[in-house]
């Protein structure tokens, strides 16, 4: 048996939910055929954990891509298709990018297996960065590399805890919804790997709790800065995180598990929940970090 699972019109971090919600009743071994088609939208969290999502399945999934050629033009150029094509079976065609476009798209989508991934990521970026940041953000010329060193911490994460490759993409756009126009840079970085529970759970250090679940261990590392590693000053790459993000008025959000939390919650997004408890399961962990254009 072959079950669709739709995907919504505006795929982010919020409405993929609506896809691990369909995918949550099902067999872990279900074919499943992932049904983009109607998708005239989606943000460089929704592309990644797509492909995070296939990555999760024992079996290759289908995949029908949008029938929106705007839609597939703009997959494309973020080397969506690049990668998805290696992990999903195609029902149907994928748009292809026309070459030296100019696009808003910052870093395209991106895999990470290894610390010279993180480097060849943070190169790449620095110069339009810097760009983005102070041309178009209104930001200070301290914020590049302090936004290159987030990306990096964002990265490395998917090295040294989540036991296998994941993603990252870097998007600019103007965010009509909660922001009345105004331009955001968007970081995400995803993977299907152990989760933040367990691999706190695999230190010996880890104290013994009465209660223990994906909220707790997501407050133990991205606001308590606990580590699995026992060397002096491991766990701060959050702390670091946190820090800029707060200060360029931004947001930072972790799901992992059943769980989600947002370290900051910014005046632009009132409705966020700085925690969210029993959601659909997801392996290993998706990040995502928003910088608002500075206005006076």
């Not at 609506?18 to 949550?24: F, I, T, Y």
Request: charged fraction near 25%.
């Amino acid at each position: 048996m072959t079950t669709l699972i739709n995907v919504p019109p505006t795929l982010d971090d919020k409405t993929f939910e609506q896809v691990l919600d369909q995918l949550a009743p099902l067999p872990a071994d279900e074919k499943i055929i992932v049904d983009a088609r109607h998708t005239r939208w989606a943000s460089p969290y929704g592309l990644t954990a797509l492909l995070t999502l296939a990555q999760s399945r024992p079996d290759r999934p289908g995949f029908y891509p949008p029938e929106s050629e705007t839609t597939g033009s703009y997959w494309a150029r973020t080397d969506f298709y690049k990668h998805a094509e290696e992990l999903y079976d195609f029902h149907g065609k994928a748009q292809r990018s026309p070459p030296h476009r100019e696009s808003d798209v910052l870093l395209e989508i991106t895999p990470i297996v290894q610390s010279a991934d993180v480097h060849n990521v943070v190169e790449r970026i620095q110069q339009k960065a810097q760009e983005i940041l102070m041309g178009k953000l209104n930001l200070d010329s301290s914020s590049t590399m302090r936004f290159t060193m987030a990306l990096s911490e964002a990265c490395q994460n998917i090295i040294e805890h989540a036991g296998c490759g994941g993603w990252v993409a870097v998007q600019t756009y103007k965010w009509q919804q909660r922001l009345n126009g105004r331009r955001v840079v968007v970081i995400a970085v995803c993977d299907a790997g152990v989760g933040f529970r367990q691999s706190l759970e695999s230190s010996p250090a880890r104290r013994l709790r009465d209660r223990w679940n994906d909220a707790i261990a997501l407050e133990d590392a991205v606001l308590n800065g606990v580590s699995r590693f026992p060397d002096k000053g491991r766990g701060q790459g959050f702390a670091g995180m946190r820090k800029f993000v707060s200060h360029w008025d931004g947001k930072l959000s972790v799901r992992s598990g059943t769980a989600r939390i947002v370290a900051s919650v910014p005046d632009w997004d009132p409705d966020e929940t700085a925690r969210a408890e029993g959601l659909s399961p997801f392996p290993g962990a998706q990040l995502q970090i928003t910088i608002p254009q500075r206005v006076a």
